[in-house]
């Protein structure tokens, strides 16, 4: 069983930056797929971004590309989603996601990943 913690969440001013952090408790971490999501109450989990097991192939949502990077050392576990130029209308929960394989077609569908943190808040004000 994968499990995944997120950290770094909190209240940033719009054009600010915060970078998620999401800790997996597994060692073969470089063989999953690792993801971002966010979700906002009473709307459906939608895709941020993704990573490739080596970080060789990234993938963003249009929403958050050019702003947004996801990164990943599978020495410690880790991938970041760091976030700058950050909009009020950034403002929901995010989760990280691990899965042991995808294709591009198929990581924006949340069915596709088996593993989610708890998820962190981000709050962007203006």
């Known amino acids: 069983q994968v499990q995944l913690v997120e950290s770094g969440g909190g209240l940033v001013q719009a054009g600010g930056s915060l970078r998620l952090a999401c800790t997996a408790s597994?060692?073969?971490?470089?063989?999953?797929?690792a993801g971002w999501f966010r979700q906002t109450p009473g709307k459906e989990r939608e895709f941020v971004a993704a990573i490739g097991w080596y970080g060789l192939s990234t993938y963003y949502a249009d929403s958050v590309k050019g702003r947004f990077t996801i990164s990943r050392d599978n020495t410690n576990n880790t991938a970041w989603l760091q976030m700058n130029s950050l909009k009020p209308a950034d403002t929901t929960v995010y989760y990280c996601?691990?899965?042991?394989?995808?294709?591009?077609?198929?990581?924006?569908?949340?069915?596709?990943?088996?593993?989610w943190g708890q998820g962190t808040q981000v709050t962007v004000s203006s």
């Open positions: 996601a691990s899965a042991p394989t995808l294709t591009e077609a198929t990581m924006k569908s949340t069915s596709q990943w088996p593993y």
């Open positions: 597994i060692r073969t971490y470089d063989t999953y797929v």
